[in-house]
C-alpha cells in the first residue's frame, strides 16, 4: 500500500463542510431490479417483512442464457425496504484499430455481458445507487484499454516500439489490462457517490460483487462479504459405446452388440436408454466448488487495516489500539506477558502488556460474521459509508476502501455442462450456507430437472433462497433441520456457464450429435433482448406477467431443495480435477424431465456436512481452492484456465 492511498484514505475524512445535509431528494426511487417487472401490487408485497415473499422470474428471457434469480426482504432486521440491490447489462463495444505498417484503420466488437449485486447497510442509497451505475463505469474503463484487447496475443505492449532498444516497457497481459479497468471503475462508483452525496440523499453503504462475461473468460471484482462461486460438473469417464460422458451402465448393457452394425445400433439405442433410465432413477450429480471470491471483513482484511492504523496512529484518537491481543485485556493483566500481532504479521509474539494498552480499546473484534471494525461495521470493502462515525467520534471511512480483489476463470478452456453454474449472492445467504452446503442445493435441484427445462435455474434460484430463509414457524425463520434462517435481505443469480456463447470446445460436438442445438440457440436468446429491457430506467409497470411468489409459513414447507442423491460406488480415486491438461470435450447425458418444478424437501446434509468433510478458509494471499465432492480434499489450483491475479500482500491493497 503506497503512502498516495492513504492520503486518499485521510481525504475521506469530510470536512464539516462536506458532510450530508438532511432534506436532501433521493437520487433513485426506492425500487427493485428493472427485469423482474414487478407491478405496483407485487412491489407492495415483496416488501413484506413477515411474509419475506420470495420474488423470482418466470419469462426465461429476461436475462441471458436462461439465468435465474430470486430474492427476498429482511425478516424486520432492518426498518428500511430490501437493501439489497441487483443488476445485469449486456454491452457491446466499437473499438477502433490502426495497422502500425499500413495505417489501415479496422473495427471490431467486444461483446460483454455484466451481473452484480451489492448490499446495501445503514439505507438502501448506496445499493440502489451502484446498481445503477456501476456498469458505466465498468463500461468505459474497459473502452479506455479497447484497442489493446483487440490486439493479438494474451499480453500486448502498452508502447510500440520506438527504437532499436524496442518497447520501452515490458507486455502486459490482457488479464492485467481487464483487473484495473474493473479496480478503476470500482474507485471511480465509490468516488461519484462521494461527489453526488452533497446534492442527492445517498445513506448508508454497500458491498459489491461483479462478474463480467468477455472474450472467453470470466472475471469477477468483490468488494465486501457477497460471494461469487461456480459449482460444476466433475468429469465423467468417456463411454466407449456412446463416444461421450454418461452414466454408469451395467456392462452387460454397455459392451453388447458386437455382432454387426444393426446389433451394435440396436445396443447403443439400449444403451442409451438405460443411461437415462439410471440418470432418473439414483445417479447422483456430482459436483465441485471454484471459489471466485473471498470474503472481506475486519477478521480478513486485518492487515491492511492494522497498517493504516499504524502509519496514521491520529486516525484511532487514542481510543483505539492498533494491536491484536490474543484475549480481551484486563487491569491484573498489566506487567504480564501475553501474545498479540501487528499489521507485518501473521504469527503471534509475546508482549508485555502496559496500562496504556490496557486503556485502549481493539480496533478490530470479534470473529467471521461478527467481526467488527472500530466496534461499528462488518465490512472492510465497498462503496459509500463516507459519512459514518463510531465510537470517539472517529471517523471509519478512511479504514474502508473500495478497491476489488479481481479473480479470472477461463471459461472457453473448459467445456461446461448444463449443470455448471455461477451462483452470485449477498451474505444473506452464505451466512446461513457454506459454498458446500449451496453445491449440494445446486445438485439436488439440478438432478430432478431436465436439461432441457429453461427455468430450471429459476428454480435453482429460488431453492437457494429458501434454503437459506427457511420457514416461518413459532421459533421465527428456521430451516428444514430447525436451526436459525437467515434473517439478512437475500439475492441470488444462478448463471448457468454451459448456455454462454463462449463454452468449451466440445459445444460444437454436441450440436453435431443433435442433443446441443437446443442448448446452443438458449445461449444467444435473449442477450440482447434482455439488454434492451434493463437499459431502460423505470417507466411505469404496464402489467408485465406476474413473478412467481413463494409461500410461506406451513404452506412452504415443501419448498425447500430436492433430496440429495445417494452415492452410487465407491467414486472415483481422489484426485484434483484441475490439474487436468486437456479440457473435457464430450456432450453431457441429457437426463428425462422427472416432475418438472415441483419443490420437494431439503436434506439434513445442506446443515450436517458428510464425515470427514471440509470446509476451505483460505486466507487473503491463498490461490482459488477446490473441493472434490467426493474426497472432500481440499488443493490448490495450478490450472492454467482458473487463477487468481489479485495481489493480496500489503503493498497491492
Given at each position: ?14 470536512h464539516?463542510?462536506e458532510?450530508?445535509?438532511?432534506g436532501?431528494?433521493a437520487r ?7 427485469f423482474l417487472?414487478?407491478?405496483?401490487n407485487?412491489?407492495?408485497y415483496?416488501k ?10 418466470t ?29 445485469y ?19 471490431h466488437h ?9 448490499d446495501g ?50 507486455p ?5 489490462l ?10 471511480d462508483?465509490?468516488?461519484?457517490i462521494h ?9 448508508g ?23 461469487a ?8 469417464p468417456?463411454?466407449?459405446?456412446c463416444?461421450?460422458?454418461c ?16 446389433a451394435?445400433d ?16 439414483a ?14 471483513t ?6 491492511r487495516?492494522q ?5 496514521q ?30 499489521a507485518?504479521?501473521?504469527?503471534w ?23 467488527r471494525?472500530?466496534?461499528t461495521?462488518?465490512?472492510s ?38 449443470n ?23 445438485a439436488?435441484?439440478l ?7 429453461q427455468?430450471?435455474?429459476?428454480s ?14 413459532s421459533?421465527?425463520w428456521?430451516?428444514?433441520t ?17 448456455n454462454c ?86 456432450a453431457k ?27 476451505p478458509?483460505?486466507?487473503?494471499d ?7 465432492s ?24
Amino acid at each position: 500500500m503506497s503512502v498516495e492511498m492513504l492520503q486518499i484514505g485521510l481525504d475521506a475524512v469530510p470536512h464539516p463542510t462536506e458532510r450530508a445535509r438532511s432534506g436532501l431528494p433521493a437520487r433513485y426511487p426506492d425500487c427493485r431490479p428493472n427485469f423482474l417487472h414487478l407491478s405496483q401490487n407485487q412491489l407492495k408485497y415483496s416488501k413484506d417483512h413477515e411474509a419475506r415473499p420470495v420474488m423470482n422470474l418466470t419469462d426465461t428471457d429476461r436475462l441471458p442464457w436462461c439465468t435465474g434469480f430470486a430474492e427476498t426482504i429482511n425478516g424486520g432486521k432492518s426498518p428500511f425496504t430490501n437493501e439489497d440491490h441487483a443488476a445485469y447489462d449486456y454491452e457491446r463495444l466499437e473499438v477502433a484499430s490502426t495497422d502500425s505498417s499500413t495505417g489501415q484503420e479496422t473495427l471490431h466488437h467486444i461483446e460483454l455481458w455484466y451481473f452484480g449485486v451489492f448490499d446495501g447497510h445503514a439505507g438502501g442509497g448506496a445499493s440502489i445507487f451502484s446498481s445503477k451505475n456501476l456498469q458505466k463505469h465498468v463500461v468505459a474503463a474497459l473502452r479506455n484499454i479497447g484497442h489493446l484487447l483487440v490486439k493479438d496475443g494474451e499480453s500486448v505492449y502498452v508502447d510500440e516500439p520506438t527504437g532499436p532498444l524496442g518497447p520501452s516497457c515490458p507486455p502486459v497481459s490482457k488479464d492485467s489490462l481487464v483487473r484495473g479497468a474493473l479496480e478503476q471503475a470500482f474507485i471511480d462508483m465509490d468516488a461519484q457517490i462521494h461527489r453526488e452525496r452533497a446534492t442527492y440523499s445517498i445513506p448508508g453503504g454497500c458491498t459489491a460483487v461483479a462478474a463480467v462475461f468477455m472474450m472467453g473468460k470470466l472475471y469477477v471484482a468483490n468488494a465486501g462479504d457477497s460471494r461469487a462461486t461456480i459449482c460444476r460438473e466433475t468429469s465423467r469417464p468417456i463411454c466407449a459405446r456412446c463416444s461421450r460422458a454418461c452414466v454408469a451402465v451395467p456392462s452387460a448393457v454397455r459392451h453388447a452388440g458386437s455382432g454387426g452394425d444393426d446389433a451394435s445400433d440396436t445396443a447403443k439405442q439400449q444403451h442409451e436408454s438405460s443411461a437415462a433410465t439410471a440418470a432418473a432413477a439414483a445417479v447422483p450429480l456430482t459436483l465441485e466448488v471454484v471459489e471466485m471470491s473471498h470474503d472481506f471483513t475486519p477478521e480478513t482484511d486485518r492487515s491492511r487495516l492494522q497498517y493504516i492504523a499504524m502509519l496514521q496512529p491520529k486516525l484511532l484518537r487514542g481510543y483505539f489500539g492498533r494491536l491484536e491481543w490474543q484475549k480481551r485485556l484486563r487491569k491484573r493483566d498489566i506487567d504480564k506477558r501475553v501474545m498479540c500481532r501487528d499489521a507485518h504479521m501473521k504469527g503471534w509474539v509475546f508482549r508485555t502488556v502496559t496500562e496504556e494498552d490496557v486503556a485502549l480499546a481493539p480496533m478490530l473484534t470479534g470473529e467471521g460474521k461478527r467481526s467488527r471494525l472500530l466496534g461499528t461495521i462488518g465490512t472492510s470493502r465497498g462503496f459509500g459509508d463516507h459519512d459514518l462515525v463510531g465510537p470517539g467520534d472517529i471517523h471509519i471511512k478512511p479504514f474502508l476502501t473500495p478497491a476489488p480483489e479481481v479473480i479470472v476463470y477461463d471459461v472457453s478452456a473448459r467445456h461446461h455442462t448444463a449443470n455448471d453454474v455461477l451462483i452470485m449472492a449477498t451474505d444473506g445467504l452464505w451466512e446461513r450456507l457454506t459454498n458446500e452446503d449451496a453445491r449440494d442445493v445446486v445438485a439436488n435441484v439440478l438432478a430432478t430437472e431436465p436439461d432441457s427445462d429453461q427455468s430450471r435455474y429459476i428454480s435453482l434460484a429460488k431453492q437457494l433462497v429458501l434454503a437459506a430463509r427457511g420457514n416461518l414457524t413459532s421459533k421465527g425463520w428456521r430451516t428444514v433441520t430447525d436451526e436459525q434462517g437467515s434473517y439478512d435481505d437475500i439475492t441470488v443469480f444462478a448463471i448457468p456457464l454451459g448456455n454462454c456463447p463462449f463454452n468449451g470446445p466440445a459445444a460444437a460436438a454436441e450440436a453435431e450429435e443433435g442433443e446441443g442445438s437446443q442448448q446452443l440457440d438458449r445461449r444467444n436468446t435473449a442477450s440482447r433482448g434482455a439488454a434492451k429491457g434493463t437499459a431502460e430506467e423505470d417507466k411505469g409497470d404496464a402489467e408485465p406477467s406476474e413473478p412467481a411468489v413463494e409461500a410461506t409459513g406451513d404452506d412452504a414447507t415443501a419448498s425447500a431443495a430436492p433430496p440429495a442423491a445417494e452415492t452410487v460406488g465407491d467414486g472415483p480415486a481422489s484426485v484434483n480435477p484441475l490439474l487436468e491438461t486437456t479440457p473435457t470435450d464430450q456432450a453431457k447425458q441429457s437426463k428425462p424431465s422427472v416432475g418438472g418444478l415441483a419443490p420437494v424437501d431439503r436434506p439434513d446434509s445442506l446443515s450436517k456436512p458428510t464425515p470427514g468433510s471440509t470446509s476451505p478458509n483460505p486466507s487473503l494471499d491463498s490461490d482459488m481452492v477446490v473441493v472434490d465432492s467426493l474426497t472432500a480434499k481440499t488443493t490448490p489450483s495450478v490450472e492454467a484456465g482458473v487463477y487468481n491475479v489479485a495481489g493480496n500482500d500489503i503493498a497491492d491493497v
